[in-house]
């Protein structure tokens, strides 16, 4: 799938997001990171993986550096809560982290691409982050509950 920006969304990032969706069992994944190639014409599958911390991947992505700086990236994680009589849920959250000190140039890369991904992807809930606080637990759990459920 081509993006206006020229970026491509290759089936292995979809692929990717569907085993989060539908995988069962202890290796249930957790989070997918995804980033552009370095050569700009598609986005990548960083990492994907079954970690149950949260903290782990808020620090993952927020640590992502490249030639010295800090790197954007897009992140899906598989958010579970209790709405104790309402029951457990869980809601797939779109990131989209585009850090203080990343170039103009990649901004607005990340910028043209980022809804055409979540699109792709069919994710309803969304955050943007520039600084590690926007991802904090609480404001993904907020968000991800529609601010029904309580840190």
């Given at each position: 799938?081509?993006?206006?920006?020229?970026?491509?969304?290759?089936?292995?990032?979809?692929?990717?997001?569907?085993e989060l969706?539908?995988?069962?069992?202890?290796?249930?994944?957790?989070?997918?990171?995804?980033?552009?190639?370095?050569?700009?014409?598609?986005?990548?599958?960083?990492?994907?993986?079954?970690?149950?911390?949260?903290?782990?991947?808020?620090?993952?992505?927020?640590?992502?550096?490249?030639?010295?700086?800090?790197?954007?990236r897009y992140?899906?994680?598989?958010?579970?809560?209790?709405?104790?009589?309402?029951?457990?849920?869980?809601?797939?959250?779109?990131?989209?982290?585009?850090?203080?000190?990343?170039?103009?140039?990649?901004?607005?890369?990340?910028?043209?691409?980022?809804?055409?991904?979540?699109?792709?992807?069919?994710?309803?809930?969304?955050?943007?982050?520039?600084?590690p606080s926007?991802?904090?637990?609480?404001?993904?759990?907020?968000?991800?509950?529609?601010?029904?459920?309580?840190?």
């Amino acid at each position: 799938m081509s993006m206006p920006s020229g970026v491509e969304v290759p089936t292995e990032c979809i692929t990717a997001f569907k085993e989060l969706l539908y995988k069962k069992g202890g290796n249930k994944l957790t989070f997918v990171i995804y980033k552009i190639s370095d050569d700009n014409r598609s986005i990548i599958v960083e990492e994907k993986s079954s970690e149950k911390s949260y903290e782990e991947f808020r620090q993952k992505v927020t640590s992502s550096v490249e030639n010295g700086q800090p790197v954007p990236r897009y992140a899906v994680y598989d958010v579970e809560y209790d709405l104790k009589d309402d029951g457990r849920r869980a809601t797939t959250v779109f990131i989209s982290w585009v850090p203080d000190g990343t170039s103009t140039k990649f901004r607005m890369l990340y910028a043209a691409t980022k809804e055409q991904l979540r699109r792709a992807l069919d994710v309803k809930v969304s955050i943007h982050a520039d600084d590690p606080s926007d991802i904090e637990w609480k404001t993904v759990l907020r968000e991800a509950s529609g601010g029904r459920a309580q840190v």
